[in-house]
């Protein structure tokens, strides 16, 4: 089973927590042991699990990667988002969760976020639930 997620971002940097859509498509499967994989089919977005309690650290998150990779910085990449593509690579575009007893396994504190580094923009995110 597959399920595509519909985003759409708002900001150029932006976290968007998909936790609860993440959920409710395991729900919808009735899978209850197994895996639970994330892809981002796009070359300027990512997804990460971290903090869901308190926002300032995703700002923080982004903050930190704007500082490593400024948006202008002589990139070879004319398309004038390279630093969007770099951001992309260092935060990865899949991610996987553990399912047990019909819920995902993730921490008390950790949510998972679809990574915008080029929006706004809509995107697409792809949830697969793999049985086992
Ligand atoms: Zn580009």
């Not at 395991?26 to 300027?44: A, R, W």
């Not at 991610?95 to 007893?101: D, G, K």
Request: proline share 4%; aromatic share 8%; charged share 25%.
């Amino acid at each position: 089973m597959i399920k595509y997620l519909n985003i759409r971002s708002k900001q150029r940097n932006e976290f968007i927590d998909i936790t609860a859509e993440v959920e409710e498509a395991l729900g919808e499967s009735g899978i209850k042991e197994g895996v639970c994989y994330i892809y981002v089919p796009h070359t300027t977005a990512g997804v990460t699990i971290n903090e869901g309690a308190d926002p300032s650290v995703q700002r923080d998150i982004i903050n930190s990667l704007t500082r490593l990779v400024p948006h202008d910085l002589g990139y070879f990449h004319r398309e004038g988002n390279a630093d969007a593509h770099v951001k992309s690579a260092l935060a990865g575009v899949s991610a996987s969760v553990p399912i047990e007893a019909g819920k995902l396994i993730l921490g008390t504190w950790q949510s998972i976020y679809f990574c915008e580094f080029d929006g706004p923009r809509h995107r697409r995110c792809v949830v697969k639930f793999i049985k086992g």
